[in-house]
DNA sequence: ATGAAAGCGCTAACAA
DNA sequence: TTGTTAGCGCTTTCAT
């Protein structure tokens, strides 16, 4: 142990007078093979706790050939915590469960390409990069969140690099995949308003271009259906692109119609934020005028009024996710099965931004 | 080169008809000692890119003795995005900036304590698990974002491991620290207020506990002297903790207050939401009835309406927080001052959370 | 300008 | 139960 640097367990195994092997047997024997006798064992473990000795997790890492790290691509280039609250809050509870099984989660954008900026030879940008770079870093495995297309998924599963894919798969890729129900808490959410009187409630979303929106959408239908109520075809605003932007826009052509509704579902946190300015501009007042019920519950809780939401599991996406990558790369044959396709529930949280439609219906334009 | 695994040096090497420490030293020569002929970096940059090589980060971290990681230790236990916004975006924006330097940021918690999971033999918690956590990883340098005590950060220091402390530091430790000023950015908002013709601003933050708290307060303070204005001491409303909720609290406190402010600064973009939300309550609207302006601007532009805000640039604090550890790993002679305590500037974003005072100005508590 | 050789600290056969 | 040995893939003197 020279000067500044950490002890070896070469230095243990000296001080404990046994060889280095027993004291590497010691700190990352698995238990299958339990070859040290407890006198030993204490013994080395004292010298160590003494010498302040801890493994070299890069040493360990180049001789397992296991980086212990993972490849998070998040779903859009995440910005600004309201813009894409979701993977800002999925990102942690990554982080938080890698840590806790002893990864590290980096962080990938698809199109900014961070590669490029070192390697001066590649020029080819995008697609090619992104898998490039994960598998120059090492990575051990790789968790998507929503990716634009099915082509870095697949090229990546097929480099044979664990992949799973949360909430937003592509499901063309037959990657293992954690997604969310959103049925029981949509249907909860819907159950909430009609039983409150509401008959009228817009849906504003996005629409068919990923399977995750579509699904959204259809849970509310069907969820009205249960209720003998047919959608409004006109109140169905879908918005073109997930932002609090076109949420606006949504939500004024919707208080512009002949016949308003009385409750609007957003869903997703980020777009209820564009509603509710459309509504603060018309002079709608929350849940006076107009009730609200948002998807996601990141931001929910803390506008004004509270915002009832559904949420999601996100804590145990993550959790689940890095335990999946876990276990595709220590396969046991017993649980190979049943957790490659994980689908989680959804729960309605009631707030304050509902109550009883009001008995004058008519339109405020 | 075997099944499934990368090409490594030697397979490049045997390629090129060149031994490996030549093909280290194509991709790893320092500039000083060019070692190595154009001929033959052709030819090995040729083969390796027919071979998909690249070094493996592992391999060299070893070697190197350098892991490439940075820890960063946020503020808080980050829980939600609107309960800490900053450390959520600060957080990407170091990472991206370590990205674009080859490192990667792990992130820790002091008090979340991923260490003791781990090792059961380990009891002690807090503190000392926060060191040797950090010690175990091998982290090439630490990022301290506000650490509530001295304790922690000194002893990391004391290590030797290159620290540096960001936007909140304890100044009692002398490490490189990146800090933001407040004065410009508030300077401007106050003037702007001013300017509009408010007289009664009101200060919703957080008192003397943090030297940031007292700066903000302060350049508050003095910002208003400029214009020959004394602060109502009964308006400088200093909550306890840095919550929507203390915040709410302290702003129903100043709506029941005989004369009420005209208009509100709120020292951080998680307190303007319970601003806000005492405000929609007591049905005050901003900004007809109160102006308001808040400091971050992470969330502000997203509320309702956009709320004016005091922008910290956090992206040049992450990149010239990693640039500083990079500076601190390897020392050039020349800028070893200088770069030790950066103070970077704050601006002030004028939106439509502000106008002029009603004239009627009768309390309506 | 290039090659040979010695490790970085650890894990995992294989011996003893 | 423990020790010996051979690397993981790379960087870095030191020869040539």
Redesign the pocket.
């Known amino acids: 142990m020279k000067k500044g ?2 002890p ?3 230095d243990v195994a000296k001080q404990a ?6 004291v ?2 010691v ?2 024997g ?1 238990q299958e093979r ?4 407890d ?3 204490t013994r080395v473990l004292a010298v160590a706790a003494a010498l302040g ?4 997790p890069l ?2 890492a ?4 296991r980086s212990g790290i993972i490849g998070f691509v998040p779903r859009d280039q995440r910005t600004t915590p309201t813009m894409q609250p979701v993977p800002f809050l999925l990102g942690l509870h990554l982080a938080r469960a890698a840590m806790q099984r002893g990864y590290h989660i980096i962080e990938v954008g698809a199109e900014e390409n961070p590669f490029v900026s070192q390697v001066s030879q590649v020029s080819q940008v995008s697609q090619e990069t992104l898998v490039s770079f994960l598998q120059s870093r090492r990575v051990d495995g790789v968790i998507f969140d929503g990716p634009e297309t099915a082509h870095d998924v697949e090229r990546v599963f097929a480099s044979g690099v664990p992949v799973v894919q949360v909430i937003r798969p592509q499901l063309t890729v037959s990657t293992a995949t954690i997604t969310v129900d959103p049925a029981p808490g949509i249907n909860a959410a819907v159950a909430h308003l009609v039983a409150l009187g509401h008959r009228a409630i817009a849906f504003v979303g996005r629409g068919g271009s990923y399977p995750v929106d579509t699904l959204r959408l259809d849970s509310f239908v069907a969820a009205l259906a249960r209720h003998a109520l047919a959608p409004d075809r006109d109140a169905l605003h879908l918005v073109a692109h997930y932002t609090p932007d076109d949420a606006y826009a949504a939500t004024r052509a919707l208080l512009s119609r002949p016949v308003r509704p009385t409750a609007i579902f957003a869903a997703g946190d980020n777009l209820v934020l564009g509603v509710l300015r459309a509504l603060h501009e018309a002079r709608v007042r929350v849940p006076e005028a107009m009730s609200v019920v948002s998807y996601d519950d990141v931001l929910a809780a803390d506008l004004y009024p509270p915002i009832a939401s559904v949420a999601q599991p996100l804590a145990e996406v993550g959790e689940r996710a890095v335990a999946l990558i876990a276990a595709l790369l220590d396969p046991t044959p017993s649980e190979e099965e049943g957790l490659r396709h994980l689908v989680l529930a959804t729960r309605f949280i009631a707030r304050a931004s509902t109550q009883p439609p009001q008995s004058s219906d008519g339109a405020g334009g």
Chains 1, 2 share one sequence.
């Open positions: 640097s950490s070896t367990s070469v007078g046994v060889s280095q092997a027993t590497s047997m700190f990352s698995r339990v070859r040290v006798s006198a030993t064992r000795y801890s493994p070299h040493a360990q180049l001789r397992r050939q």
